[in-house]
């Protein structure tokens, strides 16, 4: 897509493996939003600082921009059951137009296309098609238009790695303060750390705020199923750079300001709408696809939290902090204990190289 690739070099999924305490991985949200903790990552050999986000205005400076990710998560889980009883669970991967859904599914036995599923919360989900991907497309036939109805009937879908049910605080926590634009079916986590005494903090300091839009996608959990990480085929999303979030950019480039993207959501959508080294609006879907030896032109810095072992978040990340800074990064963040994955702690990275962007 948009972007610059350097010439490939062999890059293994499993180079992007490490080793996580299973203990590490946070199951529930911290009372408050910005006290977790903060990795700091300087560029170079600098060394490490363990913070707490609520340092972050100290990290930055009057005229930076923070460019957050304001989609808004939906209650994406169903649960139902075939004709022939066989349970069935339905992840919505992306709203489609006549109360339809792009899907997957949990299920013992493949449906049949032109089957419906019970659903528990009522109505019936019709099987319209197997798409390519792996994915499904639904006809959902409810009492209400399909976003609407979710809202009640629903549950909120929380990753396969929190061994949980959600449950009421998770309505709130998992939803970022600032978002506003439904259609995510997974959160944009970094953006969780934020509340409003530390908004206003930022604000004081003299920083500014952009927002795009990345609705994510179920398929953010997918692993990378092939060895040669060229060979990886992105799942895609949609997106919206807007006009006033451009004209943002470029005020604070133009004034000497960064550019600090909050989560790899953003990075993504803002790499998207490159076009020859200038950020342009652009609404659309979005399959990037970003790992060491692609250049990151959109940004100045990153705040992200902890990404699993050989996924392609791990991957975009050392793509732009330099994949052995960020290994050496991750080894101290197990050292000391932080707190991994989308209720985890937070990182705050800068470029491999400054002089260079």
Not at 26 to 40: C, F, K, M, N, Y
Not at 126 to 143: I, P, S
Not at 322 to 335: D, I, L, N, P, S
């Amino acid at each position: 897509m948009r972007g610059s690739l350097a010439a490939p070099a062999p890059l293994k999924t499993s180079d992007f493996h490490y080793h996580l305490p299973q203990e590490l991985i946070a199951q529930a949200p911290l009372p408050e939003r910005s006290a977790s903790r903060l990795l700091h990552v300087p560029p170079g050999d600098a060394p490490f600082a363990d913070l707490h986000v609520r340092d972050l205005p100290s990290l930055l400076l009057p005229g930076d921009l923070l460019v957050f990710n304001d989609t808004r998560v939906i209650p994406a889980r169903l649960f139902g059951a075939k004709a022939t009883g066989g349970r069935v669970e339905i992840l919505i991967e992306r709203l489609l137009p006549d109360n339809e859904a792009r899907v997957q599914l949990g299920v013992s036995k493949p449906p049949q296309v032109g089957s419906r599923v019970a659903l528990d919360a009522g109505g019936e989900a019709e099987v319209l098609a197997r798409l390519d991907d792996g994915f499904w497309q639904l006809r959902f036939h409810v009492d209400d238009p399909l976003e609407a109805w979710l809202q009640h009937a629903g549950q909120l879908p929380l990753p396969p790695y929190i061994e949980r049910r959600p449950d009421a605080a998770d309505a709130e926590r998992y939803q970022t303060v600032f978002a506003r634009e439904t259609g995510a079916v997974a959160a944009p986590t970094a953006g969780l750390h934020f509340d409003e005494t530390l908004l206003d903090a930022l604000r004081a300091r003299g920083v500014e705020f952009g927002h795009v839009t990345l609705h994510v996608g179920a398929g953010t959990f997918q692993p990378v199923r092939v060895d040669d990480v060229h060979n990886h085929r992105m799942h895609s999303e949609w997106i919206n750079v807007g006009a006033e979030l451009v004209a943002k950019v470029r005020r604070a480039r133009a004034a000497g300001g960064r550019v600090i993207a909050v989560g790899t959501t953003v990075v993504r959508a803002l790499e998207s709408a490159m076009v020859d080294g200038e950020l342009l609006p652009f609404a659309g879907d979005t399959s990037i696809f970003i790992f060491p030896g692609y250049r990151i032109r959109s940004i100045d810095g990153l705040m992200t939290n902890f990404h699993l072992p050989e996924s392609t978040l791990l991957m975009l990340v050392s793509a732009f902090a330099g994949k052995q800074r960020m290994f050496a990064a991750y080894e101290h963040a197990v050292r000391q204990r932080y707190r991994f994955f989308s209720y985890g702690d937070a990182m705050l990275l800068w470029p491999e190289a400054t002089d260079a962007r």
